[in-house]
């Protein structure tokens, strides 16, 4: 599985960015994709799923209502469009994928993680 994320950029606060990871290398029923981010000096956290067969979203709290995850089944790409954006939301943004779909959660077990893409926010 290979994962190339994209769409990161500057951005001034309360605007908006879409994120895409473009996956390759087999299908993905039944997996777990996500995105998660890097602050500055921080560690990494989680910041939204979405499961690729139901297609059933979580979110953290601190992006609920700003931040939507999305798939498209057809060109094998999970999106994140990030809306009212603040600076607290400056990091580096990672796409991750696993095969056991509950794992995508937590940093600490996913299989499978794209390259990270800067995304800064300024006051």
């Known amino acids: 599985v290979q994962l190339q994320a994209s769409g990161g950029g500057l951005v001034e606060a309360g605007g908006s960015l879409r994120l895409s990871c473009a996956a390759s290398?087999?299908?993905?029923?039944?997996?777990?994709m996500g995105w998660f981010r890097q602050p500055p000096g921080k560690e990494r956290e989680f910041v939204a799923s979405?499961?690729?067969?139901?297609?059933?979203?979580y979110y953290a709290d601190s992006v609920k209502g700003r931040f939507t995850i999305s798939r498209d089944g057809a060109k094998k790409a999970i999106y994140l469009q990030m809306n009212s954006l603040k600076p607290e939301d400056t990091a580096v943004y990672y796409c991750?994928?696993?095969?056991?779909?509950?794992?995508?959660?937590?940093?600490?077990?996913?299989?499978?993680w794209g390259q990270g893409t800067q995304v800064t926010v300024s006051s």
């Open positions: 979405i499961f690729w067969s139901s297609g059933g979203t």
């Open positions: 991750a994928a696993d095969p056991i779909s509950t794992r995508i959660y937590s940093g600490s077990l996913v299989s499978y």
């Open positions: 290398g087999r299908t993905f029923s039944g997996y777990g």
